[in-house]
């Protein structure tokens, strides 16, 4: 592979156009100073940073360019309670305590932007096109939909961005992930992601930086886009990104911190040149045809184990190596599920509609066009979780939060809820999930607890049947 | 301005434990629910805490890690992609905190790497052969020791030749002398600044 030193001159990657204008410095034996164009801090991954900071006598280097907010140990009851876990509320104390301290800027619980960290990020126009952009949470990914090269870092890592506003990075691969051709009605964002990974595996992407392009990619809206882009890390990727356009460009202008007047021309001028040159080549590339897909779900413990909808479970000793096959039943016996079956009809408790994958705008007017005229199947308990407080103020202006209550699904205030479990949102042992959220790992949602994921059409369809269900046969409006 | 000097890694000789499941995910390494915490210690008693324990609470004595034999190992050796998920350091905290000190699987996932490598845990990734004569050795000897040279790369059983692994070179710079990543960025500070003086 050529250095990013020789490649400025050919045709180049768009991943390889933000990369170069962002090194700092790049000495031999070394890895690249990549400089930090924002900074997102949440309460979970950056205490040790802070004292960090504090034990070295260190300066916060740019706070202009950090954005905190509260989302994971977050309580999703209304926020008149207490928070009532001692240990959730100290964290959340520490978040204040130390941006306050160090003068960042906080949306805490109290504020009209709070909200997942990846969805308030792109809400407020500071996640831009051509940006670099980091958080101390793998799903920062999300962002590259924007055309950003964003990823998840560690916590010395948050710690570095605060001290120094780079961070020293290896220069990934670039994978090409092309979809072409149109999607068949009922098949969204999270398909087409759950079957890229469901093709390449949980560490198909390791090493790589994920440009999704193509047809169906470019037809796709920016939180289509986001979808997309947040699950690059469960194929193992450094980043996805996705070539800004004009639905992004459009999408942008006017939020509060993008550029107004003719700093937005001119940064929309910029803007367009990132795209991958005619020529440009990539270290990798796989392809997926979008006519083909169907409504995908998940049947196992890693977000690898995906099939359509309509489709059965592997059948037993399924598998390329011994390992494989080990993988298959060990997964198949932590679910509950019998190799060979059709995945349509699984029984389902719970249904979760949130999470930084699918918690915004779209993901809730197409779990509601399910839920409108129906009502949640006996003994099934849904969590329509929205991503920020922006999106719950809009979903209730547009009256969707009557939809889901009138069904019978809790409506609840934002954060990242039963995604990850740490809030008290959580399965009960043995408990099936129809979730939209990102990871099905065992006990990610609760201990115990058994996930299928999919989408927000599809965990609807499963929340009004009580069973996992092509939501193709729902769609046209209750009957 | 105070740059903390890290213990050095340079030559380890011990036992280990098997783990041999692939995809291991940072939510089993230490579940979310551990992560409530503010500080970096205490986390090695929940490391694995969900398969370390029945659902009963009753310790699984089948673990790997519980067994009389896994006292005292200071390696683990793991399927491929270790440490694939979630972006948690409270991973390589919560396996250190217990007492290892490297993890050799086949593959790591890239986020896992470079936290493990900035807390003194060392990743080495081993080729399939290799990863399978470790798995034989255990199952014939579970006093089995694996002795690592960082300096020269190489990985052995104990009384076996060694084999070489590969390392990113700076990576192995901080490691062998203790060198802090942070101590190194702020020493170009310089090029920082006219970094954004150039892109204000």
Redesign the interface.
Known sequence: MSDSQTDRTGPRTLFEKVWSEHI??EDA???A?L?VDLHLVHE??S??AF??LR????KF?RTDRTVATMD??TPTLPRRLAVV?P??A??LA?LKANCAEFGVTLYDLDSAEQGIVHVIGPELGVTQPGCTIVC???HTSTHGAFGALAF??????V??VM??????Q?R?KTLEVRVDGKLPAGVGAKDIILAVIAKIG??GA??HVIEYRGTAIEALGMEERMTVCNMS??A?A?AGMIAPDETTFEWLEGRRFAPKGDAWTAAVAKWKTLKTDPGAKFDASVSLDANTLAPMITYGT?PGMGIPVTGNLPAAGTGETA??R??LA?ALDYMGLTAGAPIAGQRVDVVFIGSCTNSRMGDLRSAASVFKGRKVAPNVRVLVVPGSKAVKRQAEAEGLDVVFKDAGAEWRESGCSMC???NGDQLS?GQYAVSTSN?N????QG??GRTLLASPLTAAAAAVTGKVTDPRTLMGGAT | ????AKDPFTTLAATFVVL????V?T??II???F??????KGLGDSVFA?WRRL?DGSVNTDFPLNRPDAKGAQILVA???FG??????HA?WALVGWGLRAIIAP?F???FK??AM??GLLPIAVDAAFHARILEARRADPAARIAVDLPAQTVALEGQPPVRFEI???AKECLVHGID??G???E??A??DR??AK?A
């Open positions: 700092v410095r034996g070394a890895p100073v400089y979970v991954t205490p040790q004292d960090g034990a070295r006598g260190l280097r994971h140990s876990d240990q959730a100290a964290q520490k101390g949470d793998s998840g870092i560690g916590t010395s890592e710690e570095h001290a120094t506003q780079c961070l020293l290896s990934p949980t560490g390791t090493g890390i469960e193992g450094r890693n390992s494989d080990a993988a060990k990850i479990a740490m042992p990871r790992f065992e006990g990610r201990r115990g | 301005m105070k740059i903390e041999p499941a692939d995809n995910d939510d089993q579940p979310a629910r992560l409530k915490v503010t500080d970096k969900d659902p399927g491929q992609n694939c998920g979630s972006s948690r350091e390589p593959s996932a890239d986020i470079g936290n900035k807390n990113d070179p700076f990543e942070l190194y960025l702020l170009r500070s090029d920082i970094y954004e892109h």
